[in-house]
């Protein structure tokens, strides 16, 4: 808590001179007015992984809208290298709200961003000002005390639930250049279809409206197509909540499943998910990658597999960038909040959740529920109700699917 009192401190430290430098360009008409292309462009985002991946989408968007800008994107350090594998372009600006040494190394050698978008948390908002963005875009939520003065563009909250289609909402809504109309040109060169830039945000997501899609073989390609996938089933057993983890009985009818047809099982996650991996598997006949892979070499790992089996977690995010087949295994986040946006056309992804009245307040989990109402012997009401049937039959749906290909 202490590292993080000092990172916000470093923060207003920076934000405060840029913040004033801003203000006195503005008065003195030196500001740039709406409309221009921007040659550097920050995404605010100091987020958990899955959060942080669920931004990729709109940031394609975003690259679609502004073709030579160059685009940033705040990160953890474990998930840089997989975010410059797109091929559209993202350099990871790698930050830790928790380690002020990164947070001060990013500030002094960052220089000034022309556009900058908050998309998840408020004190977001103090780091894009102090990282010398000129104009700051956030959600209206977002606009309380401080960050009212620091805020120069407010989106309404937009009504869907799910995340993707949240993020592009606020990305989206690229300004429209109303002084000769070159940006809209160049967005229709990237592919943006029969709207105005200001439209892409709207009512509806505009990754419905525009044609950049994910395409696996442009993010692997030093994989071969097409692809013939491998025996491998990863069950990814750890996740940042304990309210999320699955009974370790359910992880072993899964297992004897996919071992049953045929397929190779690894029992995947952290390795401070050895002591999960012990009760699953006492014997140790599956094979263990518990922290064996960076976040890149598993991506790479499951677009080769045959299935991959999760909690709530972010490698469940993970999976949408690499085509593997999916079935998710989620508490109290609802499918719709998790499932992939039309950005990922026809991807394999099977969601289940328990018919669970929660006791909380809040219905959702939230990000990082560590403690839950109906927590028993370890493990939520949540996942020990899930229908287990239902989803051994999907598996085993998918498997045979995979063995006949």
């Not at 928790?98 to 190394?105: C, E, I, N, R, V």
């Not at 002591?275 to 677009?303: Q, T």
């Amino acid at each position: 808590m202490k590292s993080i009192a000092l990172c916000k401190n470093i923060e207003v430290l920076f934000a405060l001179p840029r913040f004033a430098a801003k203000k006195a360009m503005q008065a003195l008409g030196l500001a740039r007015a709406p409309g221009y292309e921007p040659k550097r462009v920050l995404v605010a985002c100091i987020a958990h992984m899955g959060d942080t991946l669920c931004a990729l989408p709109a940031l394609h968007a975003l690259r679609c809208a502004w073709p030579h800008a160059r685009i940033f994107l705040t990160c953890p350090g474990a998930l840089a290298s997989f975010i410059r594998r797109a091929p559209f372009g993202i350099t990871p600006l790698v930050m830790d709200d928790a380690d002020p040494l990164k947070l001060l190394k990013a500030l002094v050698l960052q220089r000034h961003f022309d556009e900058g978008f908050v998309i998840w948390h408020r004190r977001d908002v103090l780091l894009a000002q102090a990282l010398g963005c000129c104009r700051i875009t956030a959600f209206k939520g977002f606009s309380k005390g401080i960050y009212t003065r620091l805020i120069d563009e407010e989106r309404p909250e937009p009504a869907c639930l799910n995340l993707e289609e949240r993020i592009c909402s606020m990305l989206g809504g690229a300004p429209s250049n109303e002084r000769g109309g070159s940006a809209q040109t160049a967005g229709a060169r990237a592919g943006i279809t029969g709207m105005k830039m200001t439209q892409l945000g709207g009512d509806h997501c505009n990754l419905n409206r525009i044609t950049c899609r994910f395409i696996l073989s442009d993010w692997y390609p030093e994989l071969s197509f097409p692809r013939r996938r491998n025996q491998n089933v990863f069950l990814q057993l750890g996740a940042k909540s304990g309210a999320r983890l699955l009974p370790p009985a359910c992880w072993q009818r899964i297992a004897s499943l996919a071992s049953s047809l045929g397929f190779h099982v690894i029992l995947s996650g952290e390795r401070s998910d050895a002591r999960i991996a012990d009760v699953v598997d006492p014997k140790r006949r599956l094979e263990r990658a518990l922290g064996r892979f960076s976040l890149d070499e598993l991506a790479l790992e499951l677009a080769k597999s045959a299935l991959l089996v999760t909690v709530d977690t972010g490698i469940m995010h993970l999976a949408k960038f690499t085509g593997v087949p999916v079935v998710a295994l989620l508490a109290g986040t609802p499918c719709e909040r998790v499932r992939p946006s039309l950005y990922f056309e026809n991807c394999p992804f099977h969601a289940f959740q328990a018919d669970v009245k929660c006791e909380r307040k809040n219905p959702s989990c939230s990000a990082l529920l560590r403690f839950c109402l109906q927590v028993e012997d370890g493990y939520s009401r949540c996942m020990r109700q899930l229908p287990m049937e239902g989803i051994l039959s999907c598996i085993e749906g998918i498997l045979k699917g995979e063995a006949r290909a």
